[in-house]
């Protein structure tokens, strides 16, 4: 079975300009999150998405958003990005939501560096 | 809220010794999940063990084994016979599937880990 996949790997981008960033969940996992990753802050969590619908959010400005669509794959974007946006983006997937002892399966990563 | 301390940045183990990570974490809530994640550099973020709360029994898989306090609010990764590939950061994560935070990971600052050959 096919792990979670990002794309792109990398990207390189200017203050001001916005980007999206793509996840494709393992197969039949319909619980997509996303987590922001920098050496200051740590591992932080952005959003939670399940069955297209934004289920939980973290403490995160406008200009994060996401959506999922209804094969799971999701989607973040940033607009107006900042230099403090320069990060690696890690989606995770989970096949349901509530109490469960599913595990969340992290994916590669996508680096964005803003200029 | 719930927070999640790992207060040892680096640690170091010599090729097959022993080595343990420790984790303390914050919560009110009485049903929840632990996890130890391993991310080598520049690779991807792995599952290494999983520990729920209202089970005793410590969690075991191959090498690794987590020394489980739920009342101390400990939760330490013990890696046996440590290899070159155990070297990557490791970061201890919360989870609990209620309330309003219910489902995302909380993780520690993570530790460093280096394997002399």
């Known amino acids: 079975k096919a792990g979670v996949t990002q794309t792109p790997r990398y990207l390189i981008k200017t203050r001001g300009q916005q980007v999206t960033l793509s996840c494709s969940p393992i197969s039949g996992h319909r619980s997509v999150s996303w987590y922001q990753q920098t050496p200051g802050q740590g591992l932080q969590f952005l959003f939670e998405y399940f069955s297209e619908t934004q289920r939980n959010k973290g403490n995160f400005p406008g200009r994060f958003s996401g959506r999922q669509f209804s094969n799971s794959r999701s989607e973040m974007n940033v607009s107006t990005l900042e230099l403090g946006d320069s990060a690696l983006y890690l989606c995770?997937?989970?096949?349901?939501?509530?109490?469960?002892?599913?595990?969340?399966?992290f994916g590669p990563g996508t680096r964005l560096t803003v200029l | 809220a719930q927070t999640v301390t790992q207060s040892q940045p680096e640690m170091s183990v010599q090729e097959a010794e022993t080595v343990t990570l420790s984790c303390t974490y914050d919560?009110?809530?009485?049903?929840?999940?632990l996890f130890w994640y391993k991310q080598p550099p520049s690779r991807q973020m792995i599952l290494v063990i999983r520990?729920?709360?209202?089970?005793?029994q410590n969690a075991t898989e191959n090498r690794f084994s987590v020394n489980f306090q739920k009342a101390a609010k400990s939760f330490s990764l013990k890696i046996s016979d440590s290899q070159l590939g155990d070297a990557a950061m490791y970061f201890c994560a919360y989870r609990t599937d209620l309330g309003g935070s219910q489902g995302n990971l909380i993780f520690g600052k993570g530790t460093k880990l280096s394997v002399k050959p």
């Open positions: 520990q729920e709360a209202y089970k005793q």
């Open positions: 919560t009110s809530e009485s049903d929840y999940y």
């Open positions: 995770a997937s989970r096949r349901r939501r509530g109490p469960s002892t599913d595990t969340q399966y």
